[in-house]
């Protein structure tokens, strides 16, 4: 098969805000492909596919330790909603700059990775 990896995108209005926010906060690696474009190694994947009435996807970062990610990711400036326990999970989004939401949980479910 030639399909070697996945290369997801996210769009805000603010995306500088937003590669700070994964370069600092998050500390993920990166390249600078130029002119400040950064793209970032992401950490392991898994992909599910749900039943639903449109077509769509979505990305959710995933935690061994829901309230010590927060709390470490709250010292960097990261606001949250509420937790929730879901069937899944411990669930939070992150707020992001220029309006950008993103799950944040700690899986209870069996993972890929």
Known sequence: MAI????????????DAVRAVLRDAFGWDH???GDGWLIFAAP???LGVHPGEQPGHSISL???DL?????ELRAKGIAFEPVEERSYGMVTTMLLPGG?????YEP???TAI
Do not use: K, N, Q
């Open 4 to 15: 070697t990896g996945m290369h997801t995108l996210v769009f805000s209005p603010e995306a």
């Open 31 to 33: 390249i600078d492909s």
């Open 44 to 46: 392991p994947a898994e």
């Open 62 to 64: 995933m935690c061994d």
């Open 67 to 71: 309230a010590a990610t927060m709390d």
């Open 100 to 104: 950008l939401t993103m799950m944040l």
């Open 108 to 110: 209870t479910h069996p």
